[in-house]
Structures are given as structure tokens and as C-alpha cells.
């Protein structure tokens, strides 16, 4: 089943197009898409993404984690008005 949209598409020919194929079940270009990644790309994304944390942060300095760290924290901690 594909996944639900948390926003419908802004342009009316999209949402139809989006409308007629859940109704008849057709199987979406977009699913197409995202199932025909290639095996080798993804093996370098994700040891480029592994790394890349450890990297910054080992060319940081103690103050620059420490702010950092305190800006995390006030944003965390941010109280939020009235809804």
C-alpha cells in the first residue's frame, strides 16, 4: 500500500493524477522510482554518511562542541507558546 501524503500535491492535474491512480490501483512512476536505486550507489552513500559525523566533530574544538551542545539543549528545552 503506498504511503499516505502529508500535504496533497498544490497542482490540481497532480492530485487527480494521484486521485485516479489509487482508485484503479496502478502502480505510480514515483514508487517505480524509488524502488530502482542502484545497489552500488547506495553502498558509497551510506560510508560516506558513517563517517562524516565523526570527521566534524573530530576537527572540532572543545568550545565550538560545547556550544553546540548548549544551542541543542535551548531548543530541546524551548517552551511552546499557546497552540
Not at 496533497?8 to 492530485?15: S, V
Not at 553502498?43 to 553546540?68: C, E, F, V, W
Amino acid at each position: 500500500m503506498p504511503k499516505r501524503s502529508s500535504k496533497p500535491p498544490q497542482d490540481e492535474n497532480a492530485a487527480a493524477f494521484e486521485a485516479v491512480s489509487h482508485l484503479t490501483d496502478e502502480n505510480r512512476p514515483i514508487e517505480r522510482q524509488r524502488r530502482a536505486k542502484n545497489p552500488a550507489a547506495v553502498a558509497l552513500g551510506s560510508l560516506g554518511g558513517r563517517k562524516g559525523g565523526k570527521a566534524r566533530a573530530a576537527k572540532l574544538t572543545a568550545a565550538q562542541r560545547h556550544d553546540i551542545a548548549k544551542r541543542a539543549a535551548a531548543v530541546r528545552w524551548k517552551k511552546k507558546g499557546p497552540s
